[in-house]
């Protein structure tokens, strides 16, 4: 696989990277006090470059979600009103601690949380929407609130980050069901059922579909439930074994991987690359 962590994006993203670990603001998007990017940004720019927790800026970033999680520093995000903001915090900070370590006792806590929550909702087998609110009730003494529709449902960026290895398997795989099935997709990446394939391949709308196949794929249930995009990924490869999903997918964070797509056999290099990835990630689930 290519090495992009020399690259320009990545020397880009580092150079903005503060003495705390953090990139400014955590989550708003709409303020970042100055800086080019959110700290929740940078990560994930960071991830699909290929940087791991073995990277020192990782680690940095680790440290610091992880002393805002245990109370000793915070984000400085503006504190949001449609949700309750601490409950909020707490998950975000684990869901991304988690995608690069899961040997971080405050964020598995966190995890655990969840997991019952969303264990109590799928234990007859599918989902119950009044089990899930009392289970909520009961894990934070609290119902959801009313207009927080990002933790009512829980069908987000958010939990299903964080719940990979926390699930039994017959919760895991309920849980998987509903999600392709949910007509609202995944939000925060993608707004329709994950069971039906984009337009084109060569779209952006296929990038952000592919986002979301790649969050559940990091789950052992994932291989018995996307074989459909297996097929599909292989559908779409071009002659010589690559594949292109065109100009039109770069959008600054999934691609472009290389420093420049002027050639299109670099653009070809970082497709393939992506889609390899995720196709072993399928043949990997359920052994």
């Known amino acids: 696989m290519p090495d992009h962590k020399n690259g320009k994006w990545a020397q880009q993203i580092l150079a903005q990277q503060r003495a705390d670990g953090s990139w400014g603001q955590f989550h708003s998007m709409s303020k970042t006090n100055g800086y080019a990017m959110t700290t929740e940004q940078a990560l994930t720019r960071l991830q699909r470059l290929g940087f791991s927790f073995q990277d020192d800026c990782i680690r940095r970033a680790v440290q610091y979600m992880e002393r805002c999680l245990r109370g000793v520093d915070a984000i400085p995000d503006p504190r949001e009103k449609l949700h309750d903001w601490d409950i909020f915090t707490s998950l975000m900070l684990a869901a991304r601690i988690r995608l690069f370590t899961q040997e971080c006792d405050a964020a598995n806590a966190v995890a655990q949380q969840w997991a019952s929550i969303v264990s109590a909702a799928f234990v007859e087998g599918s989902y119950n929407h009044e089990r899930y609110l009392a289970a909520y009730r009961s894990t934070f003494g609290q119902a959801p609130p009313k ?75 994932a291989k018995e439930q996307l074989g459909f995009v297996r097929e599909w990924l292989l559908e779409n490869r071009c002659t010589d074994g690559s594949w292109d999903m065109g100009a039109a997918a770069k959008d600054g964070v999934h691609f472009p991987c290389a420093d420049s797509w002027r050639r299109p056999e670099t653009r070809r290099a970082d497709c393939t690359c992506r889609i390899r990835r995720i196709l072993d990630a399928l043949e990997q689930r359920g052994e």
């Open 147 to 221: 207009k927080a529709g990002r933790l009512v449902d829980f069908v987000h960026f958010y939990p299903i980050a964080l719940l990979t290895g926390c699930l039994e398997p017959a919760i895991e795989s309920a849980m998987l069901r509903h999600i392709l099935q949910h007509p609202g997709g995944l939000y925060y990446i993608y707004e329709k059922p994950l069971t039906q394939l984009p337009e084109s391949f060569q779209s952006l709308q296929a990038s952000r579909w592919l986002a979301a196949i790649e969050l559940l794929a990091r789950y052992p249930a």
